[in-house]
């Protein structure tokens, strides 16, 4: 039996990622785990903060009958309002639990959105490059991923958003810090983007949502901030969950936040709560709804990230890589390097054909033609110090061989 075609050719177009994380897998079995330089995946590696530990511990010891049942789709009324207070604190605007969905991870946050707003044929516009996947979560509900170019540093070009805009546009995706060049959007970026919306809502009579997806938030750089969305734009809402920033990604705890001010709100959420239940995720994970009450502003340590982040600039400025340098997140985005030795086959883009050649000097990263820009590739840093350190020579050489 054949399957989807859409799904195969889906399959296809999405599978960097897991690809080079399988191939360092096989790789690590045959040179061993110190002679492989993987930076494939957004895994973070550092060990969740004590006070979620603590409150994972308590959860576990708890007697209390009934903790492994079904609640409402909503999930608990009590992580809904503390995720509330979470939101409130962020966005500067005051927010309810009965604006809150709890979801399985931001992923699922996301198809949960898209189910509830899209319509066949509808269109959202993410400003490239973006996450790979979003592409997959829009047409899962019939929607179709519209990508806009950015700016040279990879700030929003308003002007390619708007001209993208129609009477199709359902919502605009936005991601900050963004996966994979760690910009944050500013204050005054997201007021022009407010700006540009509201302008076309009144041109057209149709008003686009405004997604922020913010798994990234807490981890950024040199004190700058990820602009609220509330603030600037009624139809917005925000998208994320704790596995970035607590270190939880196999947990799947996240949630969706609609801004009370929304023309729509209590629909909106209402189609959420229901999507959430059809999509078959029926609620998010009970346990870990039940530890993040307790825990969900517990302050973690990012200066290891910003450490690495260092120790890998130094190491592309050493090989001649030009990258651009993150404001958050913890993946580095650089610029393929002019190729003086290796042929590009006709049909093949620059960015695959230099990961495949970093493979031969046991280096993983990712093609950036699979975040929709081709001619850069991706590293995440969120590995060791060691393979970092280790990738050194090997990135020196690949470089000069190239």
């Not at 004190?223 to 809402?237: L, W």
Request: net charge neutral; charged share 25%.
């Amino acid at each position: 039996m054949a399957i989807s075609p859409d799904i195969k050719k889906a399959m296809e177009g999405s599978s960097f990622i897991r690809k080079m994380f399988e191939e360092g897998i096989a790789l690590k079995k045959k040179y061993g785990e110190n002679n492989v330089y993987d930076f494939s995946i957004g895994n973070p590696d550092l060990e969740p903060p004590e006070e979620v530990l603590e409150a994972v511990k308590k959860e576990a010891l708890s007697t209390v009958k009934a903790r492994h049942g079904y609640m409402p789709n909503a999930g608990y009324m009590e992580t809904r309002c503390a995720i509330a207070e979470k939101i409130s604190q962020e966005q500067g605007v005051v927010v309810k639990g009965e604006n809150i969905v709890m979801s399985v991870g931001a992923a699922g946050a996301i198809n949960t959105v898209f189910k509830s707003i899209l319509s066949y044929g509808d269109e959202v516009i993410v400003p490239a490059p973006f996450f790979v996947e979003y592409r997959s979560y829009a047409s899962n509900h019939g929607g179709k991923l519209v990508p806009v170019t950015t700016k040279a540093d990879f700030s929003l070009d308003i002007e390619a958003i708007k001209a993208a805009l129609n009477e199709h546009t359902a919502a605009v995706l936005i991601n900050s810090p963004n996966n994979p060049t760690g910009k944050v959007y500013t204050d005054d970026d997201i007021k022009q983007l407010s700006a540009t919306l509201e302008e076309h809502a009144g041109r057209t009579g149709r008003k686009p949502y405004l997604i922020a997806d913010e798994p990234y938030r807490n981890i950024i750089y040199d004190g700058r901030k990820v602009s609220p969305v509330f603030q600037f734009y009624t139809d917005s809402i925000v998208v994320s969950s704790f596995a970035k920033d607590l270190s939880l990604p196999g947990e799947r705890l996240g949630y969706v936040a609609v801004n009370p001010a929304c023309s729509n709100a209590e629909e909106v959420v209402a189609a959420c709560i229901y999507s959430t239940r059809v999509l078959g995720y029926v609620n998010a994970p009970a346990f870990f709804q039940r530890v993040i009450v307790s825990c969900w502003n517990a302050k973690a340590d990012y200066s290891s990230y910003e450490n690495r982040k260092k120790i890998l600039t130094s190491i592309m400025d050493e090989a001649g890589i030009e990258y651009a340098v993150p404001e958050g997140a913890f993946y580095l985005f650089c610029k393929v390097p002019e190729n003086k030795t290796v042929k590009i086959p006709d049909g093949k883009t620059s960015d695959g054909v230099f990961c495949d050649h970093l493979k031969k000097y046991n280096i993983l990263g990712v093609p950036g033609t699979g975040f929709g820009r081709s001619g850069y590739i991706r590293l995440a840093y969120c590995t060791s110090v060691q393979t970092i350190e280790g990738s050194r020579t090997a990135f020196i050489k690949a470089v000069q061989e190239w």
